[in-house]
């Protein structure tokens, strides 16, 4: 009788151990994700950069998009947009596979262009990157993309030192230099902006008479015309190289702060 009452004892806690187990497993499970999520991000940032005693050899994203992914400063040898931007997250949502794509084949996925100075580093076209090195920095760069995202912004003034920073922010430094002159052959100086339209370009834009036009009548007009959609208003909807900034992407007050940047601003020329 004692051994049967024993072996119920046991066949029950057997079973309230299953049942408490099954019900706890996906908590177990969740904690487990989170915990290699946070693996992922912290190995991501070693990768990001900069290099350090410790780690010597990284991707050393840091020296283009700042040590923190929030835009090169003017000593960046290019200077790369902030990471932690609404910009980025919106063309998540139309591709949700865009930051893999740009880290893995450069910047030719955003511009078109093949002389982007944005490198590709998948070692598949001869990068120097892992697909586990990518696939982290595609992790890091899609949470700071969302955190950008889902915070409000404060209108931007319309400001020489405002439109500085929209610049650096929506990544223009890394065609045209942090001191806006370019690069010759690939991307136009810009530091004369404000005296003579530009018409010195790799990709001559066929409606050149009217761009000429419209900068004779209004040069922040033209300006805000060519950088939303050049390749509409200016080439007959082919690519004329330079980005297109829709306002879901660049907001009509940063663009007023970065045409005054450009039309105002002293750049040493």
């Given at each position: 009788?004692r051994?049967?009452?024993?072996?119920a004892i046991?066949?029950t806690a057997?079973?309230l151990f299953t049942m408490?187990?099954?019900?706890?497993?996906n908590?177990?499970?969740g904690?487990?994700?989170v915990?290699?999520e946070?693996?992922e991000?912290e190995?991501a940032?070693?990768?990001?950069?900069?290099p350090d005693?410790?780690?010597p050899a990284?991707?050393?994203?840091?020296?283009?998009h700042?040590?923190d992914?929030?835009?090169g400063?003017p000593?960046a040898?290019v200077?790369g947009?902030?990471l932690?931007s609404a910009?980025?997250?919106?063309r998540?949502?139309?591709?949700?596979n865009y930051?893999h794509?740009?880290?893995?084949?450069?910047g030719?996925?955003?511009?078109g262009?093949?002389?982007?100075?944005m490198p590709?580093?998948s070692?598949?076209?001869?990068?120097?990157l892992t697909?586990?090195?990518?696939?982290?920095l595609?992790?890091?760069?899609?949470e700071?993309?969302?955190?950008?995202?889902?915070?409000?912004q404060a209108?931007v003034?319309n400001?020489?030192?405002a439109?500085?920073?929209?610049?650096?922010?929506?990544?223009?430094g890394?065609c045209?230099?942090?001191?806006l002159?370019?690069?010759?052959?690939?991307?136009p100086?810009?530091q004369?902006l404000?005296?003579?339209?530009?018409?010195?370009?790799?990709i001559?834009p066929?409606d050149l008479?009217?761009?000429?036009a419209?900068?004779?009548a209004d040069?922040?007009?033209f300006l805000a015309k060519?950088?939303?959609?050049?390749?509409?208003?200016y080439?007959?909807?082919?690519?004329t190289?330079?980005?297109?900034?829709?306002?879901?992407?660049?907001?009509?007050d940063?663009?007023e702060a970065?045409?005054?940047?450009?039309l105002e601003?002293d750049?040493?020329?």
């Open positions: 009788m051994l049967k009452t024993l072996g046991v066949v057997l079973a408490f187990y099954w019900l706890t497993d908590m177990r499970m904690d487990s994700q915990a290699l946070e693996e991000l190995y940032m070693t990768v990001f950069g900069p005693e410790n780690n990284t991707a050393n994203c840091a020296q283009c700042g040590p992914g929030r835009g400063g000593d040898p200077a947009p902030n932690h910009r980025v997250a919106e998540l949502r139309i591709n949700p930051v794509l740009v880290i893995s084949y450069g030719i996925v955003v511009s262009d093949p002389n982007s100075r590709a580093w070692t598949e076209v001869g990068g120097p697909v586990q090195q990518i696939d982290a595609t992790a890091l760069v899609t700071w993309a969302e955190e950008g995202a889902g915070q409000s209108p003034e400001t020489v030192e439109g500085a920073e929209v610049y650096v922010a929506a990544g223009c890394s045209h230099n942090a001191d002159s370019g690069v010759e052959g690939a991307f100086n810009i004369n404000a005296d003579e339209l530009v018409t010195d370009l790799p001559v066929s008479d009217q761009m000429q419209d900068y004779d040069p922040r007009d060519w950088i939303r959609d050049s390749w509409t208003n080439n007959g909807g082919e690519t190289g330079m980005p297109q900034y829709p306002d879901t992407q660049l907001p009509d940063q663009l970065l045409i005054t940047f450009l601003g750049h040493g020329s």
